[in-house]
């Protein structure tokens, strides 16, 4: 028993003792970074040398940084809590609380070692570059037409031709407003334009050929006119009520607009001599046009495009010597359009 009493003895004397020594000292930090303010940046285990300087104020878990993402202005920030290893939030912060303080320590503000800061470009990043445009975005709307053509006017083409068929193929450009309730509309197109002719209307026509016969009238009636032509227009498109971008809206809506411009374009004539039943003189020649125009279209979204259809009725002038004296004309267009909006 009295071993026993003496071993309780001797290691409460240990345990006493160890209650009483000094705490071991702690694993030196490397020099740290810190603003005027005494904030510190950055702290770590030193591989080496001798303890620096004390840190004012002193290093503790409560005022070691964490190392997370990029603080944004009036969000929840997460901060070192009282025992290490844990986090706790702090409320939103302003955007002073983001601003980096000179340096003293010869590193470019904000480029310290185991921090985000934010960019100054990020601050304000809806106004880098300024407004571009109209503020809208861009369409594109490709389509094709087709319809009857009703030439009239003074001269034989216009008086010969019965009414024939236009088509017309075409990608507008559509530069829309900020609310996409309208769009300016660049309209680049192809078309093809046929009508066929009457024996009833005669025309005097001049022949080419051998040197003997140059001079020579024949009597002549219009078989047919064909022409092909590029046209440039522009216009203004409108939409009922909501935005007519595609992703803009999900359900049918009108839209409708005006436009105008020029074509250039080639074609020819094949008339029908009286005298040579199986024979026909050609005449081939350039021309230009001048229209006006207006459409009605039902517009469909489809997701990632939206699906176009409705009428167009058009007014155009000819210009051309399809007929030496008299090969100017007017025509109405009734179009059928259909096209993709995308």
């Known amino acids: 028993m009295s071993r026993f009493k003496k071993f309780l003895a001797a290691a409460g004397g240990v345990m006493l003792a160890a209650s009483v020594a000094p705490a071991q000292s702690p694993v030196f930090g490397e020099p740290s970074l810190g603003f005027p303010n005494g904030k510190v940046v950055s702290a770590g285990p030193s591989l080496g040398g001798n303890p620096p300087a004390a840190l004012t104020p002193p290093v503790s878990a409560?005022?070691?940084?964490?190392?997370?993402?990029?603080?944004?202005?009036?969000?929840?920030?997460?901060?070192?809590?009282?025992?290490?290893?844990?986090?706790?939030?702090?409320?939103?912060?302003?955007?002073?609380?983001?601003?980096?303080?000179?340096?003293?320590?010869?590193?470019?503000?904000?480029a310290v070692p185991g921090t985000w800061v934010q960019s100054p470009l990020m601050a304000n990043a809806t106004d880098c570059c300024g407004p571009v445009g109209a503020h809208g975005p861009i369409g594109w709307e490709t389509y094709i037409r087709s319809g009857p053509s009703i030439p009239f006017g003074r001269g034989?083409?216009?008086?010969?031709?019965n009414t024939g068929w236009m088509t017309s193929i075409g990608s507008k450009s559509l530069f829309f407003d900020r609310d996409g309730t309208a769009a300016w509309v660049l309209d680049p197109h192809l078309t093809m334009t046929y009508n066929n002719g009457g024996p009833d209307k005669l025309g005097f026509l001049r022949r080419v050929g051998t040197s003997g016969r140059n001079g020579v009238e024949d009597i002549v009636t219009v078989r047919n006119v064909l022409r092909y032509s590029v046209g440039l227009g522009g216009g203004r498109d409108w939409y009922s009520n909501l935005p007519g971008f595609v992703g803009g809206r999900w359900d049918a809506f009108y839209s409708y607009g005006v436009d105008g411009g020029g074509r250039w374009g080639t074609g020819h004539v094949d008339y029908q001599?009286?005298?040579?039943?199986?024979?026909?003189?050609?005449?081939?020649?350039?021309?230009?046009?001048?229209?006006?125009?207006?459409?009605?279209?039902?517009?469909?979204?489809?997701?990632?495009?939206?699906?176009?259809?409705?009428?167009?009725?058009?007014?155009?002038?000819?210009?051309?010597?399809?007929?030496?004296?008299?090969?100017?004309?007017?025509?109405?267009?009734?179009?059928?359009?259909?096209?993709?909006?995308?």
């Open 62 to 110: 409560t005022t070691l940084p964490v190392m997370s993402a990029m603080p944004v202005p009036g969000q929840p920030t997460y901060t070192t809590g009282p025992t290490p290893g844990t986090a706790m939030m702090s409320g939103p912060i302003s955007e002073s609380q983001l601003t980096v303080p000179p340096s003293t320590t010869g590193l470019v503000p904000g």
């Open 156 to 161: 034989l083409l216009a008086d010969a031709m």
């Open 273 to 342: 001599p009286i005298t040579d039943p199986d024979g026909y003189r050609r005449v081939h020649d350039v021309f230009g046009q001048t229209y006006v125009g207006a459409h009605y279209n039902l517009n469909i979204p489809m997701g990632g495009w939206t699906f176009v259809t409705g009428g167009r009725v058009e007014v155009g002038y000819t210009f051309s010597d399809l007929y030496p004296t008299g090969g100017s004309f007017w025509e109405v267009n009734f179009l059928f359009n259909v096209g993709v909006r995308y």
